[in-house]
Antibody, heavy 120, light 107 residues
Framework: QVQLVESGGGVVQPGRSLRLSCAASGFAFSSYTMHWVRQAPGKGLEWMAVISYDLTTKYYADSVRGRFTISRDNSRSTLYLQMNSPRAEDTAIYYC?????????????WGQGILVTVSS | DIQMTQSPSSLSASVGDRVTITCRASQDIATWLTWFQQKPGKAPKSLIYAASTLQSGVPSRFSGSGSGTDFTLTITSLQPDDFATYYCQQYTSYPLTFGGGTEVEIK
């Protein structure tokens, strides 16, 4: 079955770096656009970034542009989020999600999420 | 950016009730809208995409409607498993944006 599993979360100091990974299985990873979405504790959902199936297109939310970088390794069926210079307000559960289809860019399925806490 | 406004932000309902949640986009998004259900401590689950297409495996008591700027999620007979938070999201353009959520609580 289709599965997305995030890893790499934890506590990171402000200004340091952290890389999240999302391991995909059960589908042709190299054919799908992939996203990162986050949810601060007790808050709503915030879309972060997207990368096209062929790595040619990337978009970011204003809140992370220039600090976070989305990437992927299609040979490893893995999506990444490099978090540089994190701030306290980046504390959240981070989800990876697949585009629902090549024609519809809704998010389905989602990973289980990984908690990132930015704190000194 | 396209702003998505959901209402109400919370509601209390009983098992068997009909529940309606609305979502309004700040500009025309045609039918590029999806609805999610999220339970505490869990990832969001897609219920409906393209405004009205039910995801495989989602019970038929869920339905979506609307186009342009105004959309509705309806649960025709609320079940115990439906108490959760619901979000709408537009996917016509980046940044993708979500509504603020509607928490459906037990009356």
């Amino acid at each position: 079955q289709v599965q997305l599993v995030e890893s790499g979360g934890g506590v990171v100091q402000p200004g340091r770096s952290l890389r999240l990974s999302c391991a995909a299985s059960g589908f042709a990873f190299s054919s799908y656009t992939m996203h990162w979405v986050r949810q601060a504790p007790g808050k709503g959902l915030e879309w972060m970034a997207v990368i096209s199936y062929d790595l040619t297109t990337k978009y970011y939310a204003d809140s992370v542009r220039g600090r976070f970088t989305i990437s992927r390794d299609n040979s490893r069926s893995t999506l990444y989020l490099q978090m540089n210079s994190p701030r306290a307000e980046d504390t959240a559960i981070y989800y990876c999600a697949r585009a629902g289809s090549i024609h519809h860019n809704y998010l389905d399925p989602w990973g289980q999420g990984i908690l990132v806490t930015v704190s000194s | 950016d396209i702003q998505m406004t959901q209402s109400p932000s919370s509601l209390s309902a009983s098992v068997g009730d009909r529940v309606t949640i609305t979502c309004r986009a700040s500009q025309d998004i045609a039918t590029w809208l999806t609805w999610f259900q999220q339970k505490p401590g869990k990832a969001p689950k897609s219920l409906i995409y393209a405004a009205s297409t039910l995801q495989s495996g989602v019970p038929s008591r869920f339905s979506g409607s609307g186009s342009g700027t105004d959309f509705t999620l309806t649960i025709t007979s609320l079940q115990p498993d439906d108490f959760a938070t619901y979000y709408c999201q537009q996917y016509t353009s980046y940044p993708l944006t979500f509504g603020g959520g509607t928490e459906v609580e037990i009356k």
